[in-house]
T-cell receptor
């Protein structure tokens, strides 16, 4: 069964810093990988989706990379802002259309 | 707003109560999902409906009973729950549910925070 791990579990950075969140998965036979943002007590907002054939996706200050063979993805956030504070979840989709989630990284950006 | 709404947003119930969670999607999607999010655990897929038919049931206890009357609405009926069932219940929808499809991005609702006393 696919297992998704995210490290670190929590991260605090001062405003303006660039940062990287990590995601690893055990089975490289994935169809896509998705990064989500979740604010406390709220649902998930999709940030970036990378197809298995792609290496990276960019949206504004966010850049996600995918190395399928090594089972790794990173989410790079440039020039962090207090509004970026949230939990970031990584999820991979398998051939049976199931999404497997990590437990998330809780990010705090300190003003 | 993702186009997926859930009601109620918060629910407190006793172990002998019967209640229902409601999800509605305004995106014209054909697939809908229920997930459970417990503290410090990954999201767990509970049920999947495609074109109003259940296609996945991941060993969920029978005290959780889903219903999909049409492609826009999904319910989760709750009966005789346990305190360990307290969690955030998330609904999601996608354009289709098709094995092997790479483009079926899921859109999530805000969730229902359930507390079982």
């Amino acid at each position: 069964k696919q297992e998704v791990t995210q490290i670190p579990a929590a991260l605090s950075v001062p405003e303006g810093e660039n940062l990287v969140l990590n995601c690893s998965f055990t089975d490289s036979a994935i169809y896509n990988l998705q990064w989500f943002r979740q604010d406390p007590g709220k649902g998930l907002t999709s940030l970036l989706l990378i197809q298995s054939s792609q290496r990276e996706q960019t949206s504004g200050r966010l850049n996600a990379s995918l190395d399928k063979s090594s089972g790794r993805s990173t989410l790079y956030i440039a020039a962090s802002q207090p509004g970026d504070s949230a939990t970031y979840l990584c999820a991979v989709k398998d051939g049976a259309n199931n999404l497997f989630f990590g437990t998330g990284t809780r990010l705090t950006v300190i003003p | 707003e993702t186009g997926v709404t859930q009601t109620p947003r918060h629910l407190v119930m006793g172990m002998t109560n019967k209640k229902s969670l409601k999800c509605e999607q305004h995106l014209g999607h054909n697939a809908m999902y229920w997930y459970k999010q417990s503290a410090k655990k990954p999201l767990e897929l509970m049920f999947v409906y495609s074109l109003e038919e259940r296609v996945e049931n991941n060993s969920v206890p029978s005290r959780f009973s889903p219903e999909c009357p049409n492609s826009s609405h999904l319910f989760l009926h709750l009966h005789t729950l346990q305190p360990e069932d307290s969690a955030l219940y998330l609904c999601a929808s996608s354009q289709d549910w098709a094995s092997g499809s790479t483009y079926n991005e899921q859109f999530f609702g805000p969730g229902t925070r359930l507390t079982v006393l």
